[in-house]
């Protein structure tokens, strides 16, 4: 697949887990890189250090997706430097462990600027500019949870990604007319820091109910993100890929 050789992707929360495989996968096939963190600077330069070793472009930037001047500010630094944007990954995202009568106004508006307020907005200003361009591919992190209403990592979690295959399915209905495919991919439980941070029991409890038996990995993620973003899903609209090991609805 070189059909990213010389292209232009910004991957929000690409610094680890998920986006970073991303990056990598999109540095492999030639794609220059924006890589956006919000706090870790440190994994954020390490992976694109490693996207270098592919002889591509690859720059990291600073930006709360929360904060929706933070987006305008990444936005524009994409475009500073490269002057287009033909791939966007969203997947900046957090999760809480949490029970649904312990979350508090506050966990509830923490995970929906970030894992629905932030995504619309990302998604929101990259299309105007890939509307000009007249092509794009934009692929949004939802969850499993989303899916099928995931009570462990909580409520508020659950709801924020049932939002991002909404928000997926509406955008794409508009921004298809463009040239832009807009889709995204609803993981079950992977092998990341997201979830080698929750309790042990909890990742065994959850586990116990995915017919593999295993968690995925984040590049098995990525396999899917980056299909995706090919030429190859040009006719997929407004999907949602499972990548869940066979976690299925009901
Ligand atoms: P992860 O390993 O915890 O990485 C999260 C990434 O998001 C990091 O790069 C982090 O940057 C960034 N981030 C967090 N808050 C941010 C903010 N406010 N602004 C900008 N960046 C921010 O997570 P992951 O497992 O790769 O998850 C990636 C996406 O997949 C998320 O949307 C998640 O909800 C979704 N997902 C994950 C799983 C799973 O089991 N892991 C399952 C379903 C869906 P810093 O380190 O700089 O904070």
Redesign the pocket.
Known sequence: MTQFKDKIALI?????????SCALKLAREGCHLVI??????K??EETAARAREYGVKALIC?????KVN?IDDLIKFTMDQFGRIDVLI??????QIIDYSKITENDWDKMME??EK?TFFCCQKVIEIMKNQKSGKIVN?????GQMGGFIVGVN?SVS?AGVICMTKALSKVAIKFGININCV??????????T?YPPETVASMKSGIPIGR??S?DE?ADGIVFLASEKANYIVGTTLYINGGTYLG
């Not at 992190?141 to 949870?145: M, V």
């Not at 609803?186 to 979830?195: H, N, S």
């Open positions: 929000t929360g690409g610094s680890r887990g998920i986006g970073k956006n963190y919000r706090s870790d600077q994994s954020a600073k930006a709360d997706i929360a933070e969203n997947s900046a995202g957090i999760s970030l894992n932030g992190l939802a969850s499993t949870a979690y990604k609803a993981p079950g439980l992977i092998d990341t820091d997201m979830t941070s968690l995925g984040a993620v």
